[in-house]
């Protein structure tokens, strides 16, 4: 693979300053032109040591203009990063749409490296593959531009930089004063990245291998892959060929039992019985509560359902229990412009707890096939990808260790208007039912379409739903806090 | 000062049942009337061990409406935390305006457990106290409300939550199996905490202290502490007394030298010498921020100057010299609307690198004193008031151990009339020039009184003014460089 990257690609001076000029007209405009966009760019800098990788990021940002890019490093991990799924930290600095981001060390720095030291297994290598597949897709569906350059040296010119040798080098090794690690893995680094290549070059995200020796031809090649990249890109958001789950199949076949029919909405439990169970239930989570504290397992916990189902008071009997230092409660309302210019798990990612505490959400990422679905906020190909984007995210939280918890919370119609009716009369409790709680009543049998294929394609073995009983809220609340108690206490003591 | 909280205060709890209700419907209203507001609420829940501090956020948390509500808890500080100042982790939870933010812990919680432990001088407590009383005082000048509650209980009431006699008592110590770190401590614990109260109660933000051994009286008195101040809360903004250094002052004497006059414009360097000069301070640089990061102090870097100054190209200059995983650049243009909802300086806090890292700034918090004062898109209130808010920042900088560099580039008028000349007539650096720069151009008078009155009320010891002269490029960027190797060989290898 790497052989055609030692031919002696380069350029002369008189070349470089001729094709510079022009090149930097080019990305400036391409630049400009994406301000107006709503899509991101990510520029992922890769390749091998000692082949300028830092040196081409100081020529991109001089090139362009630096108020619409923000270069991310990933080097020392921090404990806050070192306590979430490996992709919290690259979430946290995508750039937001109509600017560029570029990646010096990536989602491909720890997979690479764990590959030549031999601590991966191939099978473990090609789930990270995959996951940094899906990642890029995901960014991609959402109509980012990914751009990923390889910079090749040979090992003379590897060992010339790496020693000090080459003229004006800038180096790594001042970091400390050991040896630099990569001596004499030359050959192992190769096989090592050709198989990571190989396993993440895909249509939507190609890799660009550039032979970097010549600092004249790397530069100007690299500059010339982004103009052009950036000027061809349209961001696809074409509808995906409807499924037979698509929504507008089933609703001409008429009124069909969904998933929630199953829910026997008669539970109730006595006031006696639900105080004492209550208590018992409330004490064992305080204790599982903490055991996942020393455990350092994270528990993120969604709560969907209709309105008036009675979220917002069971979530308080869950909290109740548990220490405030050790959860955190996410409101999720309308998003902020930061989070409107990423793409929508973004807001959540952001939300999540570190090792040992729990994160409660009080509606959630399931609002993309819900209420985004319903009222067509989200165009038919964005919510169904939606599906395996939550698969995927939620497995991610799972690999990491987290408790991952789903209550759909039910009632029934007659029982939403008969709290509704309750609410509006009393005085602190009407500030909780508004004009979009009753246009959403007129929709609910398009939301019992939405829930029942919510349920379908991502109740998980990794991540199941639990639909409540919710006429009674005694019965409810007990529901949901058994099924912590239970999944909890089957998670912990296990094996991540 | 405790003695009036060992008085035996209770309620019934059939008192408790009749005064919830109003309560709640007051807290409630309060928090929709907030809602409309542009200004945050913050409560400071403190005060001893076993008070029940928790239970009342709990209860905070259910009697309002949670989507109004976050609540921070600080307790294991991250390493993301412990390398920036201290306040660093406070800015970065500070609630938005129309939003209330409960802190359990807060930045009074290390200097409480310090004076316990004796781990702090006297001199120390009185300086965190004025840290203290200068954060809030910013707060509140900003508009916010701050409302701080002190939960007291005897000695004996807490023996018996901490050692689990008190029924239904929700505990720390399971957090691990030592005895419970403040037993014996009692009476120290109220020493310090004696002086920290009287230390920060101030008439913009008074303590409120409650005897907490009755929870009905306890959770009702700590409502109707809120309720009422919410109620009564007007933010205040108005303008300060104009003082000698006000621009009216010295605008009616007719056209005064400024600190700018003094700047010597004819310097100039050589092509030659430049090239030299600039490849070895470039070097000294790269050797000296490998060694900040070594002894992990941090740089902060502000540039300012007039447009066309060259800021954008002395800064490359400056960042073609590091490691791009030693720097992060961030240019500041219009917040966004999460940064709107906060304090002016919580944009720029957020953006701290840690410790080893250096962060510049391209434009900064000094535009609260340039274009925000010029524009009048500040009130002479809060320009004003900026400077001593710039001088504290800065100062918090520094005393955790970070170099503060802070340039202005400075140019003429003329110099800058021909570089807009030539901007406007070369394609790539076309985008440079805006019709705003020609309207700052007619405000070069406001402008120049608005540095020279910055220079005289933050150029301070610790982090002094540099005016660089600007005409001619290379010297301006040989200055700068020259600046940044001698401020840091003269820093690192110091104490903290």
Not at 90 to 104: H, Y
Not at 365 to 370: A, D, E, Q
Request: hydrophobic letters at 35%; a neutral charge.
């Amino acid at each position: 693979m790497f052989e055609t990257l030692e031919v002696g690609r380069r350029l002369k001076r008189s070349e470089y300053n001729d094709l510079q000029l022009p090149l930097r007209q080019k990305l400036l405009e391409a630049q400009f032109e994406l301000a107006q966009q709503d899509y991101p760019v990510i520029i992922v800098v890769a390749g091998l040591d000692g082949a300028g990788k830092g040196t081409l990021v100081h020529r991109l940002n001089e090139w362009m203009d630096p108020r619409g890019i923000e270069t991310n490093t990933y080097w020392e991990h921090s404990d806050e990063e070192e306590s979430r799924p490996y992709f919290w930290r690259f979430w946290r600095s995508l750039p937001p749409r109509g600017k560029i981001g570029i990646f010096l060390g990536s989602w491909y720095t720890r997979p690479a490296q764990a590959a030549v030291d031999d601590q991966m297994s191939r099978e473990e290598f090609a789930v990270a593959c995959q996951q940094i597949e899906s990642f890029e897709r995901m960014l991609h569906d959402d109509g980012a531009l990914v751009i990923k350059l390889w910079l090749h040296v040979s090992e003379e010119v590897q060992r010339a930089q790496l020693e000090g040798k080459a003229p004006r080098s800038q180096q790594n090794p001042r970091v400390s004063d050991r040896p630099y690690e990569l001596h004499g893995n030359y050959a192992k680094t190769l096989e090592a990245s050709e198989k990571l290549i190989l396993g993440t070059d895909s249509s939507h995200s190609r890799w660009h291998l550039i032979e970097a020796q010549d600092r004249y031809y790397r530069d100007i090649t690299a500059g010339e892959i982004i103009a052009e990249a950036m000027q061809a890109h349209k961001p696809r958001n074409q509808p995906l060929p409807a499924g037979p789950s698509d929504a507008d199949d089933i609703a001409v076949t008429g009124r069909q039992p969904t998933v929630l029919d199953g829910v026997d909405l008669t539970k109730s439990m006595e006031k006696d019985k639900y105080k004492k169970k209550l208590a018992a239930y409330q004490d064992k989570l305080q204790d599982l509560s903490w055991k996942a504290y020393r455990q350092r397992r994270s528990v993120v916990a969604v709560f969907e359902g209709w309105d008036a189902a009675g979220k917002g008071s069971a979530i308080r009997r869950v909290t109740g229990a548990i220490d405030p230092r050790l959860y955190k409660l996410v409101q999720v309302g309308a998003p902020t412009d930061e989070e409107n210019a990423q793409h929508y798990l973004w807001r959540f990612w952001r939300q999540l707890q570190r090792d040992g505490r729990a994160t409660f959400f009080d509606r959630s990422w399931y609002g993309r096939v819900l209420v985004e679905r319903v009222e067509q906020f989200a165009s038919p190909a964005e919510w169904q990808r939606a599906y395996s984007e939550i698969n995927q995210f939620e497995r991610q939280l799972v690999a990491h260790g987290c408790i991952v918890l789903k209550f759909w919370i039910h009632i029934s119609k007659d029982e939403q208007m008969a709290r509704f009716k309750t609410r509006a009369q009393e005085p602190h409790k009407r500030h909780k039912i508004t004009d979009e709680d009753w246009r959403n009543r007129e929709k609910w049998h398009d939301y019992e379409l939405a829930v029942d294929q919510m349920v379908s394609h991502t109740s998980t073995q990794h991540a199941p739903w639990t639909l409540v009983a919710g006429n009674d809220k005694p019965w409810a609340r007990i529901q949901i806090l058994k099924t912590f108690c239970k999944t909890m206490s089957a998670a912990l003591d296990k094996e991540k």
